[in-house]
C-alpha cells in the first residue's frame, strides 16, 4: 500500500513538474501610456522620425502618430537634468539636446535614440539653447556668457569665445540662439537686454547697442526677414533687419513669453505664462491675447499649416489650436 501511494505521489510532482516547465504563450501585456499631461516639458519639435518632447528628469519622449501616443526614446544614461531645448538640424537627423549640468544628448536618426557627449555635474552650468550653422557646425549657450562649439557633428566641443559686451557677458545668461530661414542670419538673446548678431551663418558675431534692460528668452526670425525678440513682462521689439532700431510692440498684458510659432499666413502667435496666447496679425507689431486651457507656464509650441498642433507647459503637453484670425477693421470713410 506504502509502495502505491509513494508511486502515486512521485507521478505527481513529475506531473506538476513538466506542468511547470512546459512551454506556455505569455499573455500580452496591458498598454501603457506615458501621463505626458504630468510632465515639466520644456520643448517640442518635428524629426523624420515624429515629434519630440523634453523637459524634467532628463526625460525625452517620441511620437510616430501625430501626439496620440508617446514612447521614451532610448538614452545612454539616465542623469535626472532637467532638458531645455531640443534642436533638429534640416535633415530631421541630427539633432541635440541641452539642459543643467552642461548636459548635451547628440542624434543621428531622428531622436528616437541619443547619445552623451557632455556631463558635469559638479561644475557643468545649464545650457539653454543650441542652434546647426549652415557649415554644419553646432553652438550650444547658456548661463553665465557660456557658449560652444562643435565641429564633428556634436560629438566633441569647445568653448566658443564671443564678443564681450560693454559691461561684458560672463555674468549674463544667454537665453536662445535663433537662425534665420536661410540659415545667413542668426541672434543670441539673453539676460538685461542682450543681443548678438551673426549676418555670416553664425561665424562672427557682433553685439548690437542694448535698447532694453530686461531678459529676452527667446527670438522669432520673421517672414518677411525681420525679427522679434521678446521675453520678461510682456516685453517685445520687433526690427526690420535685426539691426537698429529696434520697435516696441504693443503687448496687452505684462506676461512673460517663452515659445513661438508662425503660421502660413503670416499670423505670430507666442505662449507664456498663465497658459497666455499673443497673437499678431501685423508682423509683430502689435498682439491681443487669448488664452490656452488651464493655467500653466507654456513654453514652446509646435504647429501644422492649419493651425491645430500642441503646446508644452510645466504642466505637460495639450492639444492646441490657433485663435481664428482676427477681422479686417474697415478704414474710416470706406464703404459698408
Do not use: C
Not at 549640468?101 to 555635474?121: H, Y
Not at 542682450?194 to 530686461?214: M, T
Not at 520678461?232 to 533687419?241: I, L, P, T, V, Y
Request: glycine residues 12%.
Amino acid at each position: 500500500m506504502r509502495t502505491t501511494v509513494g508511486v502515486a505521489m512521485a507521478a505527481l510532482m513529475a506531473l506538476a513538474a513538466a506542468q511547470a516547465f512546459a512551454p506556455r504563450a505569455t499573455p500580452p501585456l496591458a498598454a501603457t501610456r506615458l501621463a505626458t499631461e504630468r510632465l515639466h516639458l520644456n520643448t517640442l519639435v518635428r524629426s523624420r522620425a515624429g515629434l519630440l518632447t523634453a523637459g524634467e528628469l532628463g526625460t525625452v519622449l517620441f511620437s510616430t502618430n501625430q501626439g496620440r501616443d508617446w514612447q521614451r526614446a532610448s538614452l545612454p544614461v539616465e542623469r535626472q537634468a532637467l532638458i531645455n531645448q531640443i534642436s533638429i538640424a534640416a535633415d530631421g537627423l541630427a539633432g541635440i539636446a541641452v539642459g543643467h549640468e552642461g548636459w548635451i544628448l547628440r542624434t543621428t536618426d531622428g531622436g528616437l535614440s541619443w547619445q552623451e557627449s557632455a556631463f558635469d555635474e559638479k561644475n557643468g552650468e545649464p545650457l539653454m539653447s543650441a542652434g546647426r550653422l549652415p557649415s554644419g557646425a553646432w553652438l550650444a549657450v547658456g548661463a553665465f556668457g557660456r557658449a560652444l562649439r562643435s565641429d564633428d557633428g556634436g560629438k566633441t566641443w569647445r568653448r566658443l569665445a564671443l564678443p564681450h559686451a560693454s559691461v561684458g557677458i560672463e555674468d549674463k545668461h544667454l537665453n536662445r540662439i535663433v537662425g534665420s530661414a536661410d540659415g545667413q542670419h542668426w541672434l543670441i538673446v539673453g539676460e538685461r537686454g542682450l543681443v548678438l548678431r551673426s549676418d555670416d551663418g553664425g561665424e562672427n558675431w557682433a553685439e548690437i547697442e542694448p535698447f532694453y534692460k530686461g531678459s529676452f528668452y527667446n527670438a522669432a526670425a520673421l517672414p518677411d526677414g525681420g525679427w522679434l525678440a521678446y521675453g520678461m513682462r510682456g516685453n517685445a521689439f520687433r526690427s526690420r533687419d535685426g539691426q537698429a532700431p529696434w520697435t516696441k510692440a504693443e503687448m496687452p498684458a505684462p506676461a512673460s513669453f517663452f515659445g513661438h510659432a508662425v503660421l502660413p499666413d503670416g499670423r505670430l502667435l507666442l505662449v507664456g505664462q498663465g497658459s497666455l496666447v499673443a497673437v499678431s496679425n501685423d508682423g509683430g507689431q502689435s498682439f491681443t491675447l487669448s488664452r490656452a486651457k488651464g493655467r500653466a507656464t507654456l513654453t514652446d509650441l509646435l504647429l501644422q499649416a492649419d493651425g491645430s498642433g500642441w503646446v508644452t507647459s510645466d504642466a505637460g503637453l495639450q492639444d492646441f489650436r490657433a485663435p481664428a484670425p482676427a477681422p479686417l477693421t474697415a478704414p474710416a470713410g470706406a464703404a459698408r
